[in-house]
């Protein structure tokens, strides 16, 4: 006998969970989620440091990110644009030089190259279906091949190649050599695009919200009904019978049960796949989230007493190829004071970056800093970071990806809901997969998808 | 306070973690080993079908598997050489032809093709270093391109890359698709070069234990100490503490823990990650194992009243690129009854038969025999075969394997120790990694390194 039968328990409170949990209550549907951490947000999360509110993870929505844009209207929060003004920075093997736009850094037969790589990119983009991207007229050769791979036979000059990995490392948080070219192409086409991907203005990065994002997602939480919301209760198994499902959970008090309907499975595939389920899942589905590693993302912030780089005509944005640091932007809140410079270390960088200390991880970001932007760049007020592969219950971010040859393979067990399992988060998206986008979009899918189940 | 306190808990009774024990106990130490199945041997199994025993899992042993070949002996176990009398059959898009031997299916430019393609693939294996893949010249270079990629770029024509991705498939059960060309090179090396892994004879399908190979495992457990051994014994946790490490086990008497100095965890890399850890393993040993999926594999066995291919001069003996099974063997016991004929879904096939029935599965394979070997192939007296991906404590074999852009970025973490906590498991070794002589190579090795942190 377990402690609790609701109709339906949802596993992860992140936006994918929070946004089913939201749908199904409303629905008349009884819930509850339980959340392993001690906050909701997933993958957000909002931190006061030295006066200011800090996103330690996703904070940034941009146009055609339908979802998040209105719900943000709906709870009444409020939006402002992510700052560009200013000359960029680009660090690498000729030294900094100031650009009015990262793309002016390149010579005319550069951008030519580069636009000519994005363009072929998203021209294979555009040919891969959002619902099933292993049907793609070419999906065996697309997925047999890296992004990398892909890349180096067409040729591009160095300097195009090193400009497009930084670009990829900062959308996907993994190098181009791990990421399957048919994954990259479902990738962009589920966004609309390349630049749609990279830009701030009219691109993912465009807008913030004030306050920072944790709080849009505890907005979620709080509205909905008393009792709903479980923190510090990590699921640790999953049995199904034939009169519903019984979750097992580890909590403060010990471990304790609930009984439901159906369940929703709202957190990165590798964590699912860490369940325990009875009886065990299919070999198509346990070797699907075998093949999902979640990205390499150290996310920091240096904070300085005023943001100095507006007063030199900078922008904060560096781009460096070949640093351990792949992009920086300039945060600094709306009230203008205090500065802050926010980046990632990514890919394969973040995870050397993993085995140092914050310490030694500021010294490395504010020396690329001060070779990018001047000696200023020194005087640091105060510096915070977070390795999000080391978050026991995220183990990395920004997403999962595809490693080349799985996605033909395990694919279409990514949806498929295996009797009264469901799967939701932004890695199931058919839109903005891998935003907070795509996470909402996952939780009004799963949500229809428990609602037909359970009769409506 | 544990139930026990013992000096070193093993997990997992496979060779590696039997391996460990044995050598553990005979230095004098205490050691549990706790086994989540209701036997040992690991990806080993042999079970009774229609009066003789069938290996379900690997069978094999090869020249040059020093470590397998002494236990065998050491056990007083008795060998025979895999029968290769008689042609082979490749059956493809020109249909069924017999051949003397697979290699002169190819006409001498094939035939140099091939050879060439091996070389090459051996020429940047031997560059590789055991201990330290990520080390070799290129391996930036390496593990950015799939295998299939590499293959693809050297453009050997249809045939020879056809008969080559069998033999890929029959060694990693996985596409080259989904190899780092880097992981495929370390492999080679750590076996001897690409005819040890494909051949029988001088190779590692050279010979049979005779009543099948978990029992070799089963001798080896049954001289470890009295109560040393427990199955049905899943783990569940490891933490760790100033003066041991606790582990959390699930058992049928309901959860139990012990206490001990120090752990070895011996199981497939996928899940060692599923076991709750406390403190949180860092981010790269963590990101490794979700950057080492399991190959998908179907091992099936196709009984007859005798081995009626081998009074037509066949070897039983099929390559069938193109078709969903790969390679098969014949498998007659010594006996001379019954006839068996052995062979593998690998790969992408396996994972579209691990989604159909038995029934459907033996279709299949008794098709394929019967278009390459006769019309005799339908009298079928019986069929088995085991979905090891779908086996919760297993979850594929024969082992893991690296897609690109992995080795080189969190392969360090694939050894080392992690406080008390030691690694296992035929993926670590040195020498015949992803077969059973890994596995004794790496129980060895970690015996040692956990001898010398307790103080010889």
């Known amino acids: 006998?377990?402690?609790?039968?609701?109709?339906?328990?949802?596993?992860?409170?992140?936006?994918?969970?929070?946004?089913?949990?939201?749908?199904?209550?409303?629905?008349?549907?009884?819930?509850?989620?339980?959340?392993?951490?001690?906050?909701?947000?997933?993958?957000?999360?909002?931190?006061?440091?030295?006066?200011?509110?800090?996103?330690?993870?996703?904070?940034?929505?941009?146009p055609g990110q339908d979802r998040i844009v209105a719900l943000v209207d709906q709870l009444g929060l409020r939006t402002y644009?992510?700052?560009?003004?200013?000359?960029?920075?680009?660090?690498?093997?000729?030294?900094?030089?100031?650009?009015?736009?990262?793309?002016?850094g390149f010579d005319d037969d550069e951008l030519t190259s580069y636009l000519e790589l994005v363009g072929a990119l998203e021209a294979i983009a555009e040919q891969v279906p959002l619902e099933a991207p292993w049907s793609a007229p070419r999906a065996q050769e697309w997925d047999a091949m890296s992004?990398?791979?892909?890349?180096?036979?067409?040729?591009?000059?160095?300097?195009?190649?090193?400009?497009?990995?930084?670009?990829?490392?900062?959308?996907?948080?993994?190098?181009?050599?791990?990421?399957?070219?048919?994954h990259a192409a479902h990738y962009l086409h589920s966004a609309g695009g390349w630049s749609k991907l990279t830009d701030s203005e009219g691109g993912a990065q465009q807008d913030r919200v004030e306050g920072g994002m944790q709080p849009v997602a505890e907005q979620l939480a709080s509205r909905l009904p008393e009792g709903t919301m479980r923190l510090f209760h990590a699921v640790t198994s999953i049995a199904q019978h034939d009169d519903g499902v019984r979750i097992g959970v580890s909590a403060p008090a010990g471990p304790t049960e609930l009984d439901a309907d159906r369940v929703v499975v709202a957190v990165p595939p590798t964590l699912a796949g860490r369940i325990a389920y009875d009886p065990p899942l299919g070999a198509q589905r346990d070797q699907l989230v075998q093949h999902m590693p979640q990205g390499s993302v150290v996310k920091f912030h240096v904070l300085y007493e005023e943001p100095w780089w507006r007063d030199e005509g900078l922008s904060g944005m560096v781009l460096a190829p070949g640093e351990p640091i792949g992009v920086t932007f300039d945060c600094t809140p709306p009230a203008g004071r205090p500065g802050l410079i926010s980046g990632f270390f990514e890919g394969p960088a973040a995870v050397a970056a993993g085995e140092q200390t914050m310490e030694e991880r500021r010294d490395v970001v504010v020396d690329v800093l001060a070779r990018a932007m001047g000696e200023r760049a020194r005087d640091v007020a105060g510096y915070v970071d977070r390795?999000?592969?080391?978050?026991?219950?995220?183990?990395?971010?920004?997403?999962?990806?595809?490693?080349?040859?799985?996605?033909?393979?395990?694919?279409?067990?990514?949806r498929r809901p295996i009797g009264r399992i469901h799967w939701a988060g932004t890695e199931t998206a058919e839109h903005w997969t891998g935003y907070i986008d795509g996470a909402i979009d996952s939780g009004q899918r799963v949500a229809a998808e428990v609602l037909a189940a359970l009769g409506g």
């Open 1 to 62: 006998m377990a402690d609790q039968r609701v109709d339906v328990v949802v596993v992860g409170a992140g936006f994918a969970g929070l946004t089913a949990a939201r749908e199904l209550t409303g629905a008349g549907r009884s819930v509850v989620v339980l959340e392993a951490r001690d906050r909701v947000g997933g993958r957000t999360c909002t931190e006061e440091h030295l006066g200011t509110w800090i996103d330690l993870g996703g904070q940034w929505i941009g």
């Open 81 to 104: 644009p992510q700052t560009e003004a200013g000359d960029d920075v680009i660090l690498d093997g000729d030294g900094a030089r100031r650009v009015a736009n990262v793309a002016f």
């Open 147 to 182: 992004l990398a791979e892909w890349v180096r036979t067409r040729g591009v000059v160095e300097r195009v190649a090193g400009l497009f990995e930084v670009g990829v490392q900062a959308v996907f948080a993994a190098s181009s050599a791990q990421l399957s070219l048919l």
């Open 387 to 414: 390795d999000w592969s080391a978050e026991p219950f995220t183990r990395g971010c920004y997403g999962a990806h595809l490693p080349p040859g799985a996605w033909t393979v395990y694919g279409p067990a990514l």
